[in-house]
């Protein structure tokens, strides 16, 4: 596994500069989330600034995952809006457009995915309407991706329509969805009572493509710094060692901008040695079965 960092924790630096000091510190692995200054759809630059981020991708042989969860890029007062579950059609037309310009800038810097959310169903909108609408989407956008030959991976997020491993089997039965990869979040199974985890990530060994990792409280949906928290994490890393997770681990730390240096070393610093601890034992096990 690649450890990594989610610029969305790094909001306050430009892009080319949250790459620099990420590979300072060692991280092998960026997730990208396109947000206002980050390979933005209505910034004229973006295609300038996609070329410093490919060159500089290059340079430090760094892997990179795109994501889509800015917080008001494509709406202004509404988080997150609009969605693939949006009540109104030209809403959801919007949010695939931009899925497609995440493919674009997948396809570009050669991404190992596109990581992508349900959304949060409206109101007025009924469970089985919205899982229509949601499938509808991911057929345009698992359609273009498959043309830009880019993966899509859907993470389950709390408070979405899809939220759990359970309604994201769900989905799965509802369409064609072997192009429909996985984002994993340790986080959020911890949050919502989906443990073991190491269980989780041995289940959905197929689909995995990108993991997130943070520190979280049962019942409690917010990112933490490793240790303030209740993970018990070497069972995880262990897991992700046996199965031969070769993705991201990317930390996810998006409400630590205004510390994002200090943040993303100090999650280096405690996660790298229980990696390779991790990664060292289950060499050894393997090499002597």
């Known amino acids: 596994m690649l450890l990594g960092y989610n610029t969305n924790g790094l909001a306050h630096h430009r892009l080319v500069d949250a790459l620099e000091l990420l590979a300072s510190l060692g991280y092998q692995s960026v997730a990208i989330t396109i947000d206002h200054g980050a390979l933005s759809p209505i910034d004229d630059r973006c295609d300038q600034q996609l070329g410093a981020v490919r060159a500089l991708l290059e340079r430090y042989r760094m892997r990179s995952v795109i994501e889509t969860g800015a917080r008001f890029l494509l709406d202004p007062r509404h988080k997150h809006e609009p969605t693939l579950v949006s009540s109104e059609p030209a809403d959801r037309a919007r949010r695939v457009d931009f899925l497609r310009h995440a493919i674009d800038m997948?396809?570009?810097?050669?991404?190992?995915?596109?990581?992508?959310?349900s959304g949060v169903l409206p109101p007025a909108v009924s469970r089985p309407a919205g899982l229509a609408h949601l499938v509808e989407g991911l057929q345009q956008v698992?359609?273009?991706?498959?043309?830009?030959?880019?993966?899509?991976?859907?993470?389950?997020?709390?408070?979405?329509?899809?939220d759990t491993?359970?309604?994201?089997?769900?989905?799965?039965?509802?369409?064609?969805?072997?192009?429909?990869?996985?984002?994993?979040?340790?986080?959020?199974?911890?949050?919502?009572?989906?443990?073991?985890?190491?269980?989780?990530v041995r289940?959905?060994?197929?689909?995995?493509?990108?993991?997130?990792?943070?520190?979280?409280?049962?019942?409690?949906?917010?990112?933490?710094?490793?240790?303030a928290g209740e993970i018990d994490f070497p069972p995880i890393l262990a897991a992700l060692a046996e199965i031969g997770y070769q993705g991201g681990l990317h930390v996810e730390l998006s409400r630590h901008s205004h510390?994002?240096?200090d943040a993303a070393?100090?999650?280096?610093?405690?996660?790298?040695?229980?990696?390779?601890?991790?990664?060292?034992?289950?060499?050894?096990r393997i090499a002597n079965e």
């Open 106 to 117: 997948a396809a570009m810097l050669q991404s190992d995915c596109v990581s992508i959310w």
């Open 259 to 261: 510390e994002g240096p």
């Open 203 to 227: 289940q959905w060994v197929d689909r995995l493509r990108n993991v997130h990792i943070e520190d979280m409280r049962a019942g409690v949906h917010q990112h933490l710094m490793f240790g």
């Open 265 to 284: 070393g100090q999650a280096m610093a405690f996660l790298r040695p229980r990696i390779e601890a991790c990664s060292s034992t289950t060499q050894a």
């Open 142 to 162: 698992l359609e273009y991706a498959a043309h830009r030959q880019v993966t899509v991976a859907l993470e389950p997020e709390p408070g979405m329509l899809i």
């Open 165 to 200: 491993m359970q309604s994201y089997g769900q989905l799965l039965k509802l369409f064609d969805s072997s192009r429909l990869a996985l984002t994993l979040d340790l986080g959020h199974l911890h949050c919502l009572g989906e443990t073991p985890i190491a269980a989780v």
